[in-house]
């Protein structure tokens, strides 16, 4: 049985129970409530292992990527380091062929001059010279202190939701 089918069949017997005024204590009540408990550890249980399951993977995977992280650093510093090398040789020797086993050319090597624009402090920019972003962002814990005063009425579009977090130790 679904949690939903099953949460609703508890909720609709305890209400029988109560409208009925029946015997908590009795047996045949004490043994439905027995075999709902069950079901429910069930479904507590279930859950809780898929809930495990799942943190087991993220754990995991994150460590695979903090693994292939530090695998393409280490590369990227290779193609640096390889780079930095063929633009001394050009630079020093001229520019140049990598050839195949058989004395063939296979690519051409040379530099290309470019520009780039270093700023190490934006203080001593005038301000034509630089754009300003902004970001317009929501202050919540503002909004939440406003509504608990009373100087923002809830409604569809700024409200408090409540809600229920997990605490497992």
Known sequence: M???ELSQQIKSFLAHVEENELDITSVEVQDTLESFISEL?????????????AK?????????VEKYTSKIK?????????????IDICKNFGDTYVKD?????????????????????ID??????????????????A????????EIVESDNVFIEKRLNLLIK
């Not at 280490?74 to 063929?86: C, G, H, M, Y």
């Not at 086993?101 to 402090?121: C, H, R």
């Open 74 to 86: 280490s590369e990227q510093n290779k193609i640096d380091f390889a780079e930095e090398r063929l």
């Open 124 to 141: 001593t920019l005038p301000d034509k010279y630089l754009r300003i972003k902004i970001n317009k962002e929501p202050d919540k814990i």
């Open 101 to 121: 086993e058989n004395g063939y050319n296979l690519f051409f090597v040379k530099t290309k001059e470019s520009e780039a624009v270093i700023v190490n402090s």
């Open 143 to 150: 909004i939440k202190e406003a509504i608990k005063k009373g």
């Open 56 to 64: 087991d993977k993220i754990a995991f995977y994150k460590g695979i």
């Open 41 to 53: 550890q069930d479904k507590v249980n279930f859950y809780f292992t898929i809930r495990q399951e």
């Open 2 to 4: 679904k949690y939903i």
